[in-house]
């Protein structure tokens, strides 16, 4: 899905951004509607990275470094903040699986997918320019997929699109028909930035969702 390189969240809490401190490096819809739940004034700016992964990489530390990275491209915007980066990869078979970008390459995905269990691991960071220094997680998540028809993938991906989708799904959409169950501790890992690790680095940083001192 393509957005503006730099674009503010359109939300009412979102909008009050004179005196924020909390910045998100991308230009992801989904990824701003899941920060817009914590109800915390923030700005956005679409980091321009290299994602491909080097050799020998594994998934787990492409994520890291890529959230990392995706804050970093954005800090010379945000001198006083607190910047978040994410990052999201499908893991089958030892396959690392981006997003598609194509019809058919989606279809072949999710034909591989169909009746197993794949692994989506979600990099988090959150870099604190007011301090200089960083927090990074990699948030696991499961998702066991129904055994699904030829038909059936190919109508989920003319309906849903899922051409800019890690796993090539959109779980906060007509995704969900795809799965037999998800296994993990937040859902909204799954989405592209998990907020239960979110909330828990806003809290070191001094960044508090419920205003608790």
């Not at 005196?19 to 700005?43: C, G, K």
């Not at 691991?121 to 220094?133: E, F, S």
């Not at 028809?149 to 795809?178: C, H, W």
Request: charged share 20%; glycine share 6%; with cysteine.
């Amino acid at each position: 899905m393509t957005e503006p390189s730099s674009t503010q969240s359109l939300t009412a809490q979102s909008l009050s951004t004179e005196n924020t401190e909390l910045a998100l490096a991308s230009s992801s819809r989904w990824r701003r509607e899941l920060l817009d739940r914590l109800q915390l004034p923030y700005r956005c700016h679409s980091p321009d990275i290299d994602e491909t992964p080097h050799n020998g990489e594994t998934p787990h530390a492409l994520v890291h470094r890529l959230a990392l990275s995706k804050a970093n491209a954005v800090s010379a915007h945000f001198p006083h903040h607190c910047i978040i980066g994410s990052d999201q990869v499908a893991v089958f078979e030892g396959d690392i699986l981006g997003k598609p970008h194509t019809t058919e390459k989606a279809c072949a995905n999710l034909a591989r997918f169909s009746g197993q269990r794949v692994t989506f691991l979600t990099g988090l960071a959150l870099l604190d320019t007011r301090h200089q220094r960083h927090q990074v997680h990699v948030e696991p998540f499961e998702v066991v997929f129904r055994t699904l028809s030829t038909q059936e993938i190919e109508n989920y991906v003319t309906k849903e699109q899922p051409l800019d989708s890690a796993g090539s799904f959109r779980m906060e959409g007509l995704g969900i028909a795809l799965f037999e169950r998800l296994e993990g501790r937040d859902p909204s890992a799954l989405i592209g930035l998990p907020l239960i690790a979110l909330c828990d680095m806003l809290r070191q940083a001094g960044l508090d969702p419920l205003g608790a001192p």
